[in-house]
C-alpha cells in the first residue's frame, strides 16, 4: 500500500493533479477541502464551526483535521491499492500526526510531492476559480491571507519530509499533462527508492 502526499499553495493545481494520480496508482484520494465542505453543507455543528474559521482564511485546528483523516483511514474502500493526501497534512503537528497514524498499521509516507508555482499564478489562478466555481472564500484579501499562512504555517512541512528523504519538488507551471507525467516520473523514481 502506498502512501502520497500532494502538496502546495493553495491553487497550485492539487485537486485537479490528485485525479489523475488517483486513476493512475488506484489509490484512495483523501481531501480535507472535500471532507470540511462535506460538514459545512450537512450544517452540523462542526461544519458551522469550519465555515467560520475558513471563511476569515485561517486553518482549521489540528485536531479535527486530524480525526477526520483518522477516520478516513479506517474506513478504506476494499482493493485500494494506497492513499493520496491532498490538502493535508497542513502543519508540521499534522505531519508527525500522520506519521503516527501510519506507523500503527508498519507504514510511511512514500513520498510527498510539491507543486511548485509562483505566488503572483498562485493569485490568479484563485480569483479565476472564485468567478467560475462562485467560491465565496476566495476574495483578494483572503488569498493574500491564505498565501501568507501557507508560507508561515504548512511550507515547514517540505523540511520535514525532505529530511526522511521523500520530498519530491515538480514545476507546477505548465500543461496539466506536463505536470502529471513529471508527478508520475516522481512517484515511480519514490516507489522504486522504497522497495
Known amino acids: 500500500m502506498i502512501h502520497v502526499i500532494i502538496f502546495g499553495a493553495p491553487g497550485a493545481g492539487k485537486g485537479t493533479q ?5 486513476q493512475h496508482y488506484h489509490l484512495e484520494h483523501i481531501s480535507t477541502g472535500d471532507l470540511l465542505r462535506q460538514e459545512i453543507a450537512r450544517q452540523s455543528p462542526l461544519g458551522k464551526r469550519v465555515q467560520s474559521i475558513i471563511s476569515q482564511g485561517h486553518l482549521v485546528d489540528d485536531d479535527t483535521i486530524i480525526d ?14 494506497g492513499v493520496i493526501f491532498d ?8 505531519a508527525e500526526a500522520l506519521d503516527a497514524l501510519l506507523e500503527k498499521d508498519q507504514r510511511s509516507v512514500d513520498c510527498l510531492i510539491e507543486l511548485k508555482v509562483p505566488e503572483e499564478e498562485l493569485r490568479t489562478r484563485l480569483l479565476n476559480r472564485a468567478k467560475i466555481e462562485g467560491r465565496a472564500d476566495d476574495t483578494p484579501e483572503v488569498i493574500a491571507d491564505r498565501i501568507r499562512v501557507y508560507n508561515e504555517r504548512t511550507l515547514p512541512i517540505v523540511d520535514y519530509y525532505h529530511r526522511k528523504g521523500v520530498h519530491y519538488e515538480v514545476p507546477g507551471a505548465g500543461s496539466i499533462e506536463e505536470i502529471t507525467g513529471a ?7 519514490s516507489l522504486q527508492h522504497n522497495k
Open 68 to 81: 477526520l483523516i483518522a477516520n478516513e483511514l479506517h474506513h478504506l474502500p476494499e482493493g485500494v491499492d
Open 87 to 94: 490538502g493535508f497534512p497542513r502543519t508540521v503537528a499534522q
Open 183 to 189: 508527478i508520475f516520473v516522481a512517484i515511480d523514481k
Open 18 to 22: 490528485s485525479q489523475f494520480i488517483e
